[in-house]
T-cell receptor, first 107, second 113 residues
């Protein structure tokens, strides 16, 4: 069993739809990171959170420490949101990565 | 700040050649990480520096891989000799400290033929 599991692996949505990507982990963590990787390959850090909820524009990340679960939500999705979203847990010193969720938003 | 800067963006080399990847972290960040991303294994931490000192290199796959950080603004990852299985995207990231957000560079796509 992987220490960090993401679901779904692939997700196709229509523009405007509300999207949820889930991340479950089995290790103790100091923080959970959500990363975005575009087709060009660059990785962007979206959120780092250790409790509660964070919001940035149309993106919302939540974490439930007791349940060892986090969700990344995208409201009013847009084709430019198409990317791979990666959940990673741990400290910056030792991040354990999920396998990523490939999101495709169709116009 | 321009963010974490990696060079080159793409590198194609022949098996057996030496390859050097370069990274300039964000100014003021005291932690630097080298990651490798492959289709089979996803993202893996290779080595972690704190205040220019290698702290954890347990992820470095073999003696063919070496990393240095001669000063706070520059790091290199060297592969000598390179092999086709080293083909991957290599990311450098930096952060202010141990439990702070890591910022990634654009990556270097290495192809060893």
């Amino acid at each position: 069993k992987n220490e960090v599991e993401q679901s779904p692996q692939n997700l196709t949505a229509q523009e405007g739809e509300f999207i949820t990507i889930n991340c479950s982990y089995s290790v103790g963590i100091s923080a959970l990171h959500w990363l975005q990787q575009h087709p060009g390959g660059g990785i962007v850090s979206l959120f780092m959170l250790s409790s509660g909820k964070k919001k940035h524009g149309r993106l919302i990340a939540t974490i439930n420490i007791q349940e060892k679960h986090s969700s990344l939500h995208i409201t009013a999705s847009h084709p430019r949101d198409s990317a791979v979203y990666i959940c990673a847990v741990g400290s910056a010193r030792q991040l354990t990565f999920g396998s990523g969720t490939q999101l495709t938003v169709l116009p | 700040d321009a963010g974490v800067i990696q060079s080159p963006r793409h590198e194609v080399t022949e098996m057996g050649q030496e390859v050097t990847l370069r990274c300039k972290p964000i100014s003021g960040h005291n932690s630097l990480f080298w990651y490798r991303q492959t289709m089979m294994r996803g993202l893996e931490l290779l080595i972690y520096f704190n205040n220019n000192v290698p702290i954890d290199d347990s992820g470095m796959p073999e003696d063919r891989f070496s990393a240095k950080m001669p000063n706070a603004s520059f790091s290199t990852l060297k592969i000598q000799p390179s092999e086709p299985r080293d083909s991957a995207v290599y990311f450098c990231a930096s952060s202010e400290g141990r439990n702070t957000e890591a910022f990634f560079g654009q990556g270097t796509r290495l192809t060893v033929v």
